[in-house]
């Protein structure tokens, strides 16, 4: 429409990834060939990780110089260190209920880490196409998560967990696990796509390979076990998130290469 206008720049933000692994092969292959076709009138593309870059420069979407990265900006949202008080720790995550974010892996490690933490609890935020088969295997396994449904307020229910968990195959950059970090928790997160750009492992959470049971389960258990290096790790997270991930600092960069490109 902007081309058919005349409009002399056009840009648009990649977010993500929907070509591979997202939704069936065809429907992923539809979606490339039309971003292939319009490509050819777009000035710039901005992307949120290094990590997304490199995947569109293996589609061959565009030239490589026309695209730009600007990491998502997150909001400051409410505090959690106060919630360390009780004796309950909260073990939650947030993500659409798709294959990709793989729910079902929060699921079962919920189910074989309550047994050794007893007082910790497991809680999900979401909705989607999952939603059934996901609600089924907990009922198979004993009801180890709670379901919150479809989250409006992020912060306010990050704002009641101790520790947060990211279990997904592939992130362009995890806008869920940087909110979590500027909400000051301790992240576990699958090492997949641009997920270790903002997340350090040891000093704002643990990254553990995509699929591993094993690991993301000992990961969650290292964190329950030790609330001062969850605090610690919290507290470097929140950190971190308002240096480098804060609203300002996307608004910013988008305004500089808007200037860029007008002049």
């Not at 907990?138 to 520790?163: K, W």
């Not at 970090?181 to 903002?198: D, F, K, Y």
């Not at 997340?199 to 030790?226: I, N």
């Not at 996307?250 to 305004?255: E, I, Y």
Request: aromatic share 8%; glycine share 8%; with cysteine.
């Amino acid at each position: 429409a902007a081309w058919c206008a005349n409009v002399p720049v056009i840009l648009h933000t990649f977010h993500g990834d929907v070509f591979t692994d997202y939704f069936n092969p065809v429907l992923g292959k539809l979606f490339l060939v039309v971003e292939r076709i319009v490509a050819r009138f777009t000035t710039r593309f901005a992307v949120v990780s290094e990590d997304l870059k490199s995947r569109l420069n293996g589609y061959r979407i565009a030239k490589k110089q026309s695209f730009v990265v600007i990491p998502n900006g997150i909001q400051k949202g409410h505090s959690t260190q106060a919630q360390e008080e009780s004796e309950t720790v909260r073990v939650g995550t947030v993500a659409m209920f798709y294959p990709i974010k793989r729910v079902d892996l929060f699921i079962r490690m919920a189910d074989r880490v309550r047994d050794r933490f007893p007082l910790a609890e497991f809680t999900i935020a979401g909705g989607g196409q999952d939603d059934a088969s996901l609600r089924s295997l907990s009922s198979e396994l004993g009801e180890p998560v709670q379901f919150q449904g479809i989250c409006y307020d992020i912060p306010e229910f990050l704002s009641t967990l101790d520790i947060f968990v990211l279990c997904s195959d592939y992130e362009s950059a995890g806008v869920a696990m940087m909110e979590a970090m500027m909400a000051g928790l301790p992240t576990v997160a699958t090492r997949v796509g641009g997920i270790h750009e903002a997340l350090s492992e040891g000093e704002t959470g643990s990254l553990v390979p995509k699929g591993d049971l094993e690991a993301l389960s000992d990961a969650v258990m290292d964190l329950l076990a030790d609330r001062e290096i969850r605090q610690k790790m919290g507290k470097s997270a929140s950190e971190y998130a308002l240096k480098y991930l804060s609203t300002d600092k996307m608004v910013k960069k988008l305004q500089s290469l808007y200037e860029s490109l007008v002049d």
